[in-house]
């Protein structure tokens, strides 16, 4: 199910319509306009009934620019030209003129949610965020980076560094970035292909690089700029890749269009406790589908084994990693993801993990002959 808004409007019977259509349906005055854009839970779709006024309300624009993949729908009196005009600047979708009916309403809707369903289609957001500080989060994220970004052509891949001052993604890449998520965040409203392409580096075959910021900043302190340069990059990119920072709730409070959470852990016990709370909290939150729980540089010689691991977070373990601190301390070293070589365990971990998350493996499976070789296909574990 889906969410409308329906701004300013007094219509029980338009109210009517839109829950016909299978929405949640809430609804706020004129005044409450200006909010949509920073409130946490943005809607799908805003109905704006403008019968009274005769006019587009100039603080939509603002609307917009903060939240690029709202949907919005003009319920008005007649379509005219100059009304038509500003709609189109404000970045309006479609018009509702009346006499309103229940399938012009139900038109308006399904045009407008399917375009938002191609925008979401376009590319998946994976978010990583660790369980405690040094379980390897932004190890794995850059490799899986990495994969993806080779696995994405003829488009490409997007990571972001999400963390507000001094992140490691640079180091790991071995660049030094010019602009960074800072300069992304103080211009959502600027937000467009030709602006994101003079932001990012291009950092391996197929990866750009959204670099945390050099320098000690404000905290972005603003989840629906987050959640709105989220939004662009899906639209952008085949896969985007976030490295969020643990302690900032903020950042964790704007993966509504994450495809998947991956929380990363390791057998000490107070990253597995720290792990069960955080999976709860997201799971709430994103739904127990979209958030997963992994183990880094597993070890079957630990007092904490899988199975404890797994009861403590209440799922299963999604995948574990190789333990290879030496490989994967010279890989930082030179700024070059482990990913790249292919010869040792960890890469090949990394890699298979990739394609899982992405699904990736699943076509390869469907690929592959049937008989004898077919059998090889791996397990949930590396």
């Known amino acids: 199910m889906f969410n409308i808004t329906v701004i300013g409007s007094t219509d029980r019977q338009l109210h009517d319509m839109l829950q016909t259509v299978g929405a949640r349906v809430t609804a706020a005055p004129l005044s409450a306009l200006a909010e949509v854009g920073s409130s946490r839970a943005t809607p799908d779709l805003l ?42 600047r404000a970045g309006v979708n479609e018009f509702v003129t009346d006499p309103i009916t229940q399938e012009a309403v139900s038109r308006a809707v399904q045009h407008v949610v399917g375009q938002r369903a191609v925008a979401v289609d376009t590319g998946q957001v994976f978010a990583f965020v660790g369980a405690k500080g040094g379980v390897g989060t932004t190890t794995v994220a850059v490799n899986v980076a990495t994969v993806l970004g080779g696995a994405s052509a003829p488009g490409r891949s997007l990571f972001v560094d999400l963390h507000q001052a001094s992140g490691d993604a640079a180091v790991f890449l ?4 010019r602009f960074s ?9 600027r937000l467009d292909q030709t602006f994101m ?38 639209t952008a990119y085949r896969y985007t890749i976030v490295d969020l920072p643990r302690s900032d709730s903020t950042s964790l409070d704007a993966l509504d269009n994450a495809t998947t959470v991956v929380i990363v852990a390791n ?31 597993s070890d079957r010689q630990a007092d904490i ?16 990693f190789a333990s290879d ?25 990394l890699k298979r993990f990739a394609f899982r998350l992405a699904g990736l493996d699943k076509k390869s499976a469907a690929e592959r002959p049937a008989g004898l070789l077919g059998l090889f296909g791996g397990s949930r574990r590396s």
Request: a neutral charge; aromatic letters at 4%.
């Open 181 to 189: 998520i800072a300069d992304a965040l103080d211009n959502t409203h």
């Open 197 to 234: 392409h003079g932001l990012v580096m291009p950092v391996a075959p197929g990866l750009d690089l959204l670099a945390s910021s050099e320098r000690a900043v404000p905290s972005h302190g603003d989840a629906a700029k987050i959640r709105t340069v989220m939004e662009f990059a899906a």
């Open 325 to 349: 601190y030496r490989a994967a301390l010279q890989a930082l070293h030179k700024g070059r993801p482990i990913a790249l070589d292919n010869h040792n365990e960890l890469a090949g971990s």
């Open 267 to 297: 057998q000490e016990l107070a990253t597995v406790r720290n792990a069960a709370k955080m999976a709860s909290s997201l799971r709430q939150r994103y739904g127990r589908e979209r958030v997963m729980v992994v183990v880094s540089r």
């Open 174 to 177: 071995g660049v030094e970035p």
């Open 47 to 88: 109905f704006l009934d403008v019968r009274s006024i005769g006019a587009i309300p100039a603080t939509l624009m603002g609307v917009k620019r903060q939240v690029p993949a709202l949907g919005i729908v003009i319920v008005a009196k007649t379509m005219d030209p100059a009304l038509l005009l500003d709609a189109m």
């Open 305 to 320: 084994g899988h199975a404890e691991v797994e009861r403590a977070v209440g799922s299963e373990v999604a995948f574990t």
